[in-house]
């Protein structure tokens, strides 16, 4: 029988929590997921479309795996993700290899799909739901470090920022029942993980209404405030993080619960895009410069120790040398610890794609994007340098890369820290003080093993 399934995962946490959704629905229906490509019956590419460069990879991928397929003609190649929900039935036109593209709020269809598949049909499921969250659905964690999960707490997005595909790949905007979500971090915590992290586009959107019939009072709703408190509620052992919030809507009653609990960890990813109040605007972000630095005061106020990360683009429509630089002045205003730096990839459909010129040229979106990433790399090893001294408690994940005899953590701030193995194993907390660093990672030592 031909039931062996290989998942490829691209793009955002979201996509990776997904096929773990995936891979528990194919599993129920009796199909195995493998970890062996060349042991698969069916290869499953869930995709991400946020920038060009995000399919051109794909559409390469696709390529080299026609040398596979010549040799295991029975294989069937499906794509799944923003990019099947993007181009639906074209990417199958397009691209000969592919028998099957699934949208992100189809795949409970797959187990049927695949089984029509092995007739050599070619088949399109990229319905959009509006209520579709997968709430029921226990994921299987393949590729798990058995210590940090990610869990879905929200889908799909209705921000429509200008230059962004999200909202037309995920469609319409989509809370889980926080039961579901406090019972699956339970089940984690009692199965030895100890971190979790919250997932949605907006997570600050999170809003559940209970389904009590009475009468609309707010206090019938969960929000992201309340959520994150339940959660943290599982165990003081199991730490919780969460992604992304929205400048527009980062509450301080948000900053209240985040210092009211040592396991939430104090890290917040406020993607800022720009620092040009011109652009923020044209890229329809419903918040001024000011607006924002005033979220990171509030941030620096409630908590002290909360490391800031960001995701920035270059080069969006008419940016000009001004935009640029305030985007600049940004940076070294919130000195962040992380950022994810992206040239402006113009995207079909988008409000953009619609109504603006992709006129800044390829040679200066590179030029200034590569002047955001020389700050950044400034500013992270500033920020590195000062923690020097300083001793962190941090929940140990796996053995360093570089050594057997080292192992690698995180503190509460995300940031990574390598140190000498001693007798500690991963899993466990370890009290490590940092010695040095470089801009990416500290290197610290033991102080005291709790
Ligand atoms: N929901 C998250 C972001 C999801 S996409 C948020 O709103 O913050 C991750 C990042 O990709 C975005 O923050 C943005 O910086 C970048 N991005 C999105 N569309 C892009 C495009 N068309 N070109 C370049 N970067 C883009
Ligand atoms: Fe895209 Fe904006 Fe939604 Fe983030 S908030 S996913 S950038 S539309
Ligand atoms: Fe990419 Fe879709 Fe995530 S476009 S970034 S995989 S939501």
């Not at 019956?41 to 390529?63: G, V």
């Not at 799909?113 to 964690?141: C, F, N, Q």
């Not at 002047?371 to 001294?389: M, P, S």
């Amino acid at each position: 029988m031909k039931n062996k399934v290989y998942i490829e995962t691209y793009g955002c946490q979201m996509n990776f929590a997904d096929s773990e959704i995936v891979g528990a629905i194919l599993t129920k229906e009796g199909y195995g997921i493998v970890s062996d490509i060349n042991e698969a019956d069916f290869i499953l590419i869930n995709t991400c479309a946020i920038r060009d460069n995000a399919e051109q990879r794909i559409r390469k991928r696709l390529r080299e795996l026609k040398a596979l397929q010549r040799q295991r003609q029975w294989v069937r190649i499906g794509i799944l993700g923003c990019m099947a929900e993007r181009l639906q039935k074209q990417l199958m036109e397009e691209e000969d290899n592919v028998s099957f593209i699934v949208g992100p709020d189809a795949y409970r269809k797959l187990p049927e799909m695949l089984g029509h598949i092995k007739d050599g049909e070619k088949l399109a499921e990229t319905l959009l739901s509006e209520v579709e969250t997968y709430a029921d659905i226990e994921p299987v964690r393949y590729d798990t470090n058995g210590i940090t999960a990610y869990i879905s707490i929200m889908r799909g997005c209705q921000n429509y920022c200008a230059y962004c595909v999200v909202p037309y790949t995920r469609g319409r905007e989509r809370s889980r029942d926080p039961e579901t979500i406090v019972g699956e971090a339970r089940d984690l915590f009692e199965k030895g993980y100890r971190e979790v992290t919250l997932l949605g586009q907006n997570v600050n959107s999170y809003r559940w209404k209970a389904e009590s019939g009475k009468q609309e009072a707010e206090s019938e709703f969960v929000g992201f405030p309340q959520l994150m408190a339940m959660v943290a509620e599982v165990s003081p052992l199991l730490r919780v993080r969460f992604a992304t919030s929205h400048p527009k809507d980062l509450s301080d009653e948000l900053l209240q619960v985040m210092a009211r609990y040592d396991n939430i960890c104090k890290c917040i990813h406020l993607p800022v895009q720009s620092g040009s109040e011109r652009m923020l605007k044209l890229m329809n972000r419903r918040y001024t410069p000011e607006w924002y630095l005033n979220r990171i005061d509030a941030i620096r106020r409630y908590l002290p120790t909360c490391s800031i990360t960001t995701d920035v683009i270059a080069g969006f429509c008419s940016e000009t040398e001004e935009d640029h630089q305030a985007t600049l002045e940004m940076f070294r205003k919130v000195r962040y610890d992380y950022a994810y730096m992206f040239k402006f990839s113009m995207r079909p459909n988008t409000y953009a794609a619609k109504h603006l010129q992709d006129d800044i040229p390829d040679d200066v979106k590179t030029r200034r994007l590569e002047e955001i990433i020389a700050l950044q790399g400034e500013i992270a090893l500033e920020n590195n340098k000062k923690e020097i001294g300083k001793t962190y408690e941090v929940l140990i994940e796996g053995v360093s890369h570089r050594s057997e005899q080292q192992l690698f953590g995180r503190n509460s701030q995300n940031k990574v820290i390598v140190f000498d193995r001693g007798s500690l194993e991963p899993g466990q907390y370890a009290m490590i003080r940092v010695t040095r660093c470089t801009s990416a990672t500290l290197i610290g030592e033991v102080v005291d093993n709790k």
